[in-house]
């Protein structure tokens, strides 16, 4: 998924997420013992408009005053990109904003 930052923006950010069926959950578990859930929808069947609702039900859920919060908050439901980067320098922090 990628959002733009806002209209002006010419940078946008990307938000990453994996949809599987409890079957293939199942086969994750049989091989792996143990599955981390952030960024991963379960659904039964794969319905490309049920995961889209979902997402806008996230979205709508991270509405913030600034980009930078709107981003951590989805984080919290999808990885981004630029999580847990480590920068050196404030400017080059600041060069994402």
């Not at 930052?5 to 938000?15: A, C, M, P, T």
């Not at 069926?21 to 086969?27: D, G, N, Y």
């Not at 039900?57 to 951590?72: T, Y």
């Amino acid at each position: 998924m990628q959002c733009s930052r806002s209209k002006d923006s010419e940078g946008s950010d990307l938000f990453y997420f994996r949809v599987m069926t409890p079957k293939r959950l199942l086969v994750i578990l049989k091989e792996e013992k143990i599955l981390d859930g952030r960024a991963i929808l379960i659904i039964n069947e794969f319905n490309e408009s049920l995961v889209e609702k979902e997402i806008n039900k996230i979205l709508e859920d991270c509405v913030r005053p600034s980009w930078v919060e709107v981003a951590k908050a989805i984080n919290r439901h999808l990885n981004w990109e630029y999580d847990n980067i480590q920068y050196k320098t404030l400017d080059e922090a600041s060069s994402l904003f």
